[in-house]
């Protein structure tokens, strides 16, 4: 008999409880697909890093004879060292095609560290020109197995066969370095070459230039550093690194930990909205049918039976939307991890059914639910049969805080009094409006506003900081003069500077970095430095300009010194003064007038890579003469890299949208759901006014203006909320490589403003379409 | 004396149950302008179902009913909360005032709403609640809240005032302050008011009587004199 009021119940306001299982399956879907997704994640890397033994440590050197693994390997703590030729050359291709960048990366049979995966084809033998390069590389630019690829090596065209395809742990995230963002197989790929290949054709024949590294057991990469770097040193160490800074891991690591972040914050603003809904909904209804409660008290129902009959509506709303929000979840993280597919190759990464998150994320449902449902009618065991049939106390009117405000307080119509009166008449309710209402302002303006950062540094990295068109990085140090001047006879090249990096460890007391300190002529205009007004800094004379990021990484203030110990030359320590930090969001960068950045290493007059400024019409040909230029190793076209970002940018617009969909749900849940609940409680008393001859636009005028200062209130309260949640978006996406600004435009506020108005607009509408339907002489019949 | 509603054959069924209700069967009613009215029938004879109609706050199923003339059967929504929000005034047994509004505020948003009202603070005062103006109606008796409700009713001026059972939830001494003011106000401003009323001691006070029985008006009652609210006793 209950069970049937129960779905009476259900029936007679099915929208509410639409509305507030789809906040709930949201919740749930977000939760249980981004659980399942990353734990196929975190299985299949760890899987992958293990079976084919990625390496503990790396380093990079001059060049060194092959031999020397074997003097690493007799280091206590390091078990195995490989050394390999590992070297990016161009490929050779017509004027006008995109400049594409093939990493080679010897190999040798039964590596024991960074081995790669076959995927098809066959492993090279070592007797012809044959590599094996990645699937993705293959993919992206439409090559087949048994083609070939023409290369550009120390200026003369060498051809490959491609033998097969293969992925290697050290390259799931197939980028060349941290200036770039997300793979880009047109523009760079990786490939494998014998060793006994890659050493002939590279001039580098029984030498290499990386290495790597594996750790016993129990030993951390610092225990070998120091040993390693003294082996190294001496063959021209450019850089010695732990795998954690190895960029694919790193880039890796941080995916992970952002995911893993969302995975546990998103989805609880969701369960918790709807367990408010909930609670609010059985209080509502807990203290509508006191009447009832107590005559079934009276005929001899136990507080438990009847506890359990408004548990039942928590129970219905918890399985519906725990089941609904697992299964959608599931399927959603099948898109998920073909979404990562696209960016990470990591094999055996598949999205799986598992009844555990089924079960857990019911579970969770049910836990939100019932316990909302809980608090929501426990009241029920305090009501004694007698007390519960008398009606419920009158609603104490009371003066309010507002009140005291007179002036303003004075220039109310009584209609607007009333309204502010029931707005702090049930504090608790209004309470929780705000929150959900401010939670959806929020997420609506942290999804858009991660779009705004994201657009913010694009335009600011390569609209302001970044002037020029081609970076071209060169194979050695040549002559500053000279590379300049070569550059500007090309034909289409309108200006060329110079721009010397040099990798050093910076150390600030016992806090050390390394990172590359980039040289900038004075006056140069192809390479600036902004501040964070946007205004354009002068390079000191001597001193260090520092981003942000790398100041607050070694704890350093503008005027401090630190020590600059470069991996090249004599490698002597050198103090230098910080003069002055600078915003950054790509890298760890640190700028230094080149003179004198040349002197430090004894290089006075060298650069290491040429910034050009192109006519964009003769773009393609000045690409193609650069090619063919010697020393040249990475051609590095701004504006491509600019249109790549913002067309990955654009790939992810969608998922802002269902972001701000799902707030609007949530937004239009809760505001529907507390309108209704307030006009049932309410049905007297506005009946009466309608008795006393207000219009139904009238009537539902009043209602609007208690929504619409709840809704004022939260949108302002949203504010500093919607700052936060992309404070901890910014935050646990920040890592060495990349940090995101801290960006809204206005105009994420207005749309997100809009958002909130349109769901407050809505469930408005939809409540007005219930004051025409109020009977005002049933309503009236009906003793208090 | 000029009329101001007449109902002609007014028939109201209700057919919300089972079986349908015949709550009116066919009222012929007429009241004058100015009149003191009081129905007296028994329970479920159809006296609120009438009051309802002639306050425009329902339908009839059949019949004609004219205000000054004018058909309300034939007006849409619109057009009866107007004639709800300019010519009638309504009071109940419950007093249905706003919770959280002052006895002042109850009154003042009536006329807030009205083209004519009268100034709701003197209105107030005249009931005798000068001094309860800021009290919300949980901090009033039974009896101060029917009067804050009638308080509302006459602020607004309305040319008409419906009573449906006013002293039904209150003890006699109240009762009697309640009828006295709707007494004062017909024979002050010369308005029309009709008192629903269980208790015929009370269909003294009417310059007419209307008996409704069974859905139709049994017969009606013309006093040539009517008595003041402090004769009536019960
Ligand atoms: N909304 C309704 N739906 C169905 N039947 C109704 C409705 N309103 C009134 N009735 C029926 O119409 C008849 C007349 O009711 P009405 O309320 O007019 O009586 P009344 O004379 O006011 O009685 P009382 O003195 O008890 O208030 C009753 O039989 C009642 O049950
Ligand atoms: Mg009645």
């Known amino acids: 008999m209950l069970k049937r009021k129960l779905l009476r119940d259900i029936r007679g306001s099915l929208g509410a409880y639409i509305a507030l299982i789809s906040v709930l399956v949201i919740g749930l879907m977000l939760y249980v697909s981004m659980a399942l997704t990353l734990d196929s994640l975190v299985l299949s890397k760890d899987n992958y890093y293990r079976d084919y033994k990625l390496a503990d440590g790396f380093a990079r050197i001059t060049r060194g004879p092959a031999g020397l693994v074997a003097d690493l390997e007799d280091i206590r703590g390091i078990d195995k060292a490989v050394g390999r030729i590992v070297l990016d050359v161009l490929v050779n291709k017509p004027a006008g095609e995109e400049t594409t960048t093939l990493r080679l990366v010897s190999f040798e049979e039964r590596q024991p560290l960074n081995r790669f995966m076959l995927e098809q084809g066959k492993v090279p033998t070592g007797e012809a020109r044959e590599i094996l390069v990645t699937p993705?590389?293959?993919?992206?630019?439409?090559?087949?197995?048994?083609?070939?690829?023409?290369?550009?090596?120390?200026?003369?065209?060498?051809?490959?066969?491609?033998?097969?395809?293969?992925?290697?742990?050290?390259?799931v995230y197939e980028i060349p370095n941290g200036f770039t963002l997300a793979p880009n197989p047109k523009a760079f790929g990786v490939a494998f070459v014998p060793y006994s290949v890659a050493g002939p054709v590279l001039d580098m024949e029984g030498q290499v230039n990386d290495i790597a590294f594996s750790l016993n057991k129990g030993i951390e990469f610092l225990d070998v550093k120091t040993q390693a770097s003294r082996v190294l040193n001496s063959y021209g160490m450019t850089s010695i690194y732990p795998v954690k800074d190895q960029l694919s891991y790193s880039m890796l690591t941080q995916e992970i930990k952002g995911l893993e972040g969302s995975a546990k914050t998103s989805p609880m603003i969701f369960l918790l909205v709807a367990a408010s809904v909930l609670y609010i909904m059985l209080r509502r209804m807990v203290e509508q049918q006191r009447g009832q409660i107590g005559v079934m008290k009276a005929f001899g129902f136990t507080d438990w039976e009847i506890i359990n009959h408004y548990m039942g509506y928590a129970l219905f709303i918890g399985i519906l939307g725990g089941l609904g929000g697992s299964v959608v979840g599931t399927v959603l993280s099948y898109y998920w991890v073909e979404l990562y597919k696209v960016y990470y190759n990591i094999p055996d990464f598949t999205a799986r059914v598992s009844l555990t998150y089924l079960l857990v994320g019911t579970l969770l449902s049910l836990l939100f639910s019932l316990f909302a449902g809980w608090r929501g009618c426990r009241r029920v065991i305090a009501l004694n049969p007698a007390e519960a049939m008398r009606p419920p106390a009158p609603p104490a009117g009371k003066k309010t805080m507002v009140e005291r405000v007179r002036f303003l307080w004075g220039v109310l119509n009584t209609q607007a009094k009333m309204a502010v009166r029931n707005v702090f008449r049930n504090k608790q309710r209004a309470f929780l409006v705000i929150l959900g209402v401010a939670c959806s302002f929020a997420m609506m303006v942290s999804s858009r506003a991660s779009f705004d950062s994201t657009y913010y540094l694009i335009r600011y990295q390569f609209g302001e900081v970044e002037r020029y068109d081609i970076k071209v990085t060169l194979n050695q140090y040549i002559d500053r003069v000279k590379g300049v001047n070569d550059s500007r006879n090309i034909d289409g090249v309108a200006g060329a500077e110079p721009m010397l990096e040099v990798p050093v460890t910076l150390s600030n007391r016992w806090l050390q970095k390394d990172i590359v300190i980039t040289g900038l002529p004075q006056n140069g205009r192809l390479y600036r430095l902004v501040s964070a007004e946007g205004k354009h800094i002068d390079l000191p004379d001597n001193g260090l300009v520092i981003s942000n990021q790398l100041a607050k990484t070694l704890e350093i203030q503008p005027g401090e010194v630190v020590t600059i110990k470069p991996f090249l030359g004599d490698r002597r320590e050198e103090k230098v003064v910080v003069r002055q930090v600078v915003p950054q969001y790509v890298g760890l960068g640190a700028y230094m007038d080149i003179d004198a950045l040349g002197a430090l290493i004894h290089e006075p007059s060298s650069t290491s890579s040429i910034l050009l400024s192109v006519d964009r019409s003769e773009m393609d040909q000045v690409r193609k003469d650069l090619q063919e230029g010697r020393n040249v190793g990475v051609i590095y076209d701004k504006n491509r890299m600019k249109q790549q970002f913002e067309d990955l940018m654009e790939s992810y617009n969608a998922t802002q949208y269902i972001l701000i969909f799902f707030a609007f749900i949530t937004g239009f849940a809760i505001v529907y759901n507390v309108n209704i609940i307030s006009l049932s409680e309410r049905e007297r008393e506005l009946s009466t006014l309608m008795v006393l001859g207000m219009t139904e636009r009238e009537v539902a005028r009043i209602l609007a203006f208690e929504q619409g200062f709840l809704g004022l209130v939260a949108v302002i309260a949203g504010i500093p909320l919607g700052y936060g949640m992309l404070y901890a978006i910014v935050n646990g996406t920040a890592s060495d490589i990349y940090n995101m600004p801290l960006r809204i435009e206005p105009v994420s506020f207005l749309i997100s403003s809009l958002g909130a108005a349109a769901f407050l607009v809505a469930a408005q509408w939809r409540i007005k379409g219930r004051i025409a339907k109020l009977s005002m002489i049933e309503v009236l019949k009906e003793n208090e | 004396m000029e009329t101001i509603i007449r109902t002609q054959n007014l028939r109201k069924t209700f057919y919300t149950g089972e079986i349908p209700v015949h709550a009116l069967k066919g009222v012929d009613l007429e009241i004058g302008e100015g009149e003191f009215v009081v129905i007296l029938g028994p329970s479920g004879s159809g006296k609120s179902t009438l009051?309802?109609?002639?306050?425009?706050?329902?339908?009839?199923?059949?019949?004609?009913?004219?205000?000054?003339?004018?058909?309300?059967?034939?007006?849409?929504?619109?057009?009866?909360?107007?004639?709800?929000?300019?010519?009638?005034?309504?009071?109940?047994?419950?007093?249905?005032?706003?919770?959280?509004?002052?006895?002042?505020?109850?009154?003042?948003?009536?006329?807030?709403?009205?083209?004519?009202?009268?100034?709701?603070?003197?209105?107030?005062?005249?009931?005798?609640?000068?001094?309860?103006?800021?009290?919300?109606?949980?901090?009033?008796?039974?009896?101060?809240?029917?009067?804050?409700?009638?308080?509302?009713?006459?602020t607004k001026n309305p040319d008409i005032l419906l009573c449906d059972e006013p002293t039904g939830a209150l003890d006699y001494e109240t009762g009697k302050q309640v009828l006295d003011a709707l007494r004062n106000f017909n024979r002050d401003l010369g308005k029309t008011v009709l008192v629903i009323t269980h208790n015929a001691a009370i269909g003294n006070m009417g310059d007419k009587v209307v008996y409704i029985k069974d859905g139709r008006v049994d017969r009606i009652k013309i006093n040539p004199n009517p008595v003041s609210a402090s004769e009536v006793s019960w």
């Open chain 1, 136 to 171: 993705a590389f293959l993919k992206g630019n439409n090559y087949q197995i048994g083609d070939q690829i023409p290369l550009i090596i120390k200026g003369r065209e060498v051809r490959f066969t491609i033998s097969g395809t293969a992925n290697s742990p050290e390259y």
């Open chain 2, 51 to 154: 009051l309802n109609i002639l306050g425009g706050m329902d339908a009839p199923t059949e019949g004609e009913i004219f205000y000054r003339g004018k058909p309300l059967q034939n007006m849409n929504k619109k057009e009866l909360t107007m004639f709800r929000r300019n010519a009638v005034g309504f009071i109940f047994q419950f007093y249905n005032l706003m919770p959280n509004l002052t006895a002042l505020e109850n009154v003042t948003l009536a006329a807030e709403i009205t083209n004519d009202p009268l100034e709701p603070r003197k209105v107030l005062a005249e009931m005798g609640l000068a001094e309860r103006e800021d009290h919300f109606p949980s901090q009033l008796s039974g009896g101060e809240q029917q009067r804050v409700a009638i308080a509302r009713a006459i």
